[in-house]
């Protein structure tokens, strides 16, 4: 059963990507959104003219359309309904990585995520794993090179995690002390967050080296005998779930759980049909060398690839077939956090409150995940530089400006309602979970404090 259950897991993940990105789409890469999708299309041809098909692999190319990409999304839906109740499975999975490459390629800043990558690559490499036929049957091993292919992918997420920590120099791992920031600075905490911020300074640490163990040995375990691959399993799943307990990673953390029934429960192999053999086993060869290779470049072997095997990558890579991975290489230790307002007058001025992020100081940590708010994260990562690198930012506070309905959707609450404000800036906050008798006594999750402008006050030209 236990390609039945990665199956019908990858489609409740796709399922949950497509949905979660359908209240969103309009705002983000709509006409009227932040990033519209015909402008960055029209960028690309204008300066990759004939190769930017083939740079930027999108159905978009023939409709970018609010109502082709409503298409899209709605179809991705059906086709992960499909892959879940056993109906033309191989047909959905394929039309499944087609749909999401193409949202992966025109959301554009917003898909800049490594669990977007990694639905890709699983989805990619599902494809081998899939059955054939109108209702075929699930429960039948799969073939053995295509477990072989998620052995490894899984065995390189993980061990690539824990290896980019202490590849990065980041003082705060190597002194065993980055947890010690971690709930606090991650993006969106979890309301048990708070709590596991505030436990002791030994426990930190402990948790620290068992991120290392379960990230850096029980990979190995991946690639070993039955009985200790299960083992491994077990110990990622419970690793997966504590993760998801203290930060709202979106899919990320049920992802990576699907990953781990197929390679490492595997009871067998049915009889397949030797051009299939074939295909499946040549195919599945192919991804796990290239993988090799991305793992060994990590680690600087060999430090020069033949330019013939860098294209190939290139191209594995544009397609996301196969990625690199690695989650907080460095720890961030301060919380910045952005807060956009507006004004009539340049004297009274009202804060833009985001669904998600830190704003208001007494509003109580959420629950989000699997639900990705795609704003509410790039808000985090624009925090940590300036808006000069963030070239969608301006774009946002334009639409604020214009008062777009489908940006402003994206927002908890809009101060002006009835009309755009004249004016609108950003400042820069730094944020600090409160301690427990300040909760107490006055309900407040967060402590701020005043660091300066992100962006200067702005209005439309009249």
């Not at 036929?133 to 993980?158: D, E, H, K, S, V």
């Not at 002791?200 to 029980?218: D, H, N, R, T, Y």
Request: glycine share 6%; hydrophobic share 50%; proline share 8%.
């Amino acid at each position: 059963m236990a390609r039945s259950i990665f199956l019908r897991g990858l489609a409740i993940t796709y399922l949950m990507a497509f949905a979660s990105f359908l209240p969103q789409v309009n705002g983000l890469i709509g006409s009227k959104g932040i990033l519209p999708v015909s402008d960055y299309l029209e960028s690309i041809d204008s300066q990759y003219l004939d190769t930017g098909y083939a740079l930027f692999p999108t159905l978009a190319w023939f409709d970018s359309s609010d109502r082709f990409l409503h298409l899209m999304i709605w179809a991705g839906i059906v086709l992960a309904i499909l892959l879940f109740l056993r109906i033309v499975p191989l047909v959905a999975a394929i039309g499944l990585w087609v749909l999401y490459l193409s949202l992966d390629t025109v959301g554009q800043i917003f898909f800049s995520f490594q669990w977007d990558a990694l639905l890709l690559e699983t989805g990619f490499a599902a494809i081998l794993l899939t059955p054939w036929g109108l209702r075929p049957l699930y429960r039948n091993p799969p073939p053995r090179m295509a477990i072989w292919l998620f052995r490894f992918l899984i065995f390189r997420l993980t061990l690539e995690s824990g290896a980019v920590k202490l590849l990065s120099g980041d003082p705060t791992w190597r002194s065993l002390t980055a947890l010690n920031y971690h709930y606090e600075t991650q993006p969106l905490p979890t309301p048990p967050a708070w709590f596991a911020h505030h436990l002791p300074a030994f426990v930190q640490k402990i948790s620290v080296i068992g991120v290392f163990a379960i990230e850096l040995v029980v990979p190995f375990l991946f690639l070993t005998t039955r009985p200790l691959r299960r083992v491994g399993a077990l110990i990622t799943i419970a690793f997966q779930c504590l993760i998801a307990f203290t930060g709202n990673y979106t899919f990320f953390n049920l992802l990576t759980i699907v990953l781990c029934f197929v390679p490492l429960f595997d009871d067998g192999e049915a009889p397949e049909p030797r051009w299939s053999r074939w295909v499946v086993s040549t195919a599945s060869v192919a991804l796990i060398a290239l993988g090799l290779l991305q793992l060994l470049t990590m680690f600087g072997i060999p430090g020069t690839v033949p330019e013939r095997i860098a294209s190939i990558d290139f191209r594995a890579q544009t397609f996301h077939i196969v990625n690199r991975y690695g989650l907080f290489a460095v720890m961030t230790t301060t919380r910045p956090e952005i807060i956009i307002e507006g004004s009539d007058d340049a004297e009274n001025w009202k804060a833009y409150e985001f669904k998600y992020k830190p704003g208001d100081v007494n509003r109580p940590l959420a629950w989000v995940a699997p639900y990705q708010p795609r704003l509410d994260w790039q808000m985090w990562f624009a925090a940590l530089s300036n808006y000069q690198d963030n070239p969608w930012f301006p774009q946002l506070l334009r639409r604020l400006l214009e008062g777009s309905p489908d940006v402003l959707n994206l927002l908890a609450i809009n101060p002006f309602p009835n009309k755009p404000p004249r004016l609108v800036r950003a400042r820069t906050y730094d944020y600090h979970f409160s301690d427990a008798p300040t909760r107490r006594r006055t309900g407040a999750i967060w402590t701020r404090r005043y660091l300066g402008e992100y962006f200067p006050v702005v209005g439309l030209k009249q």
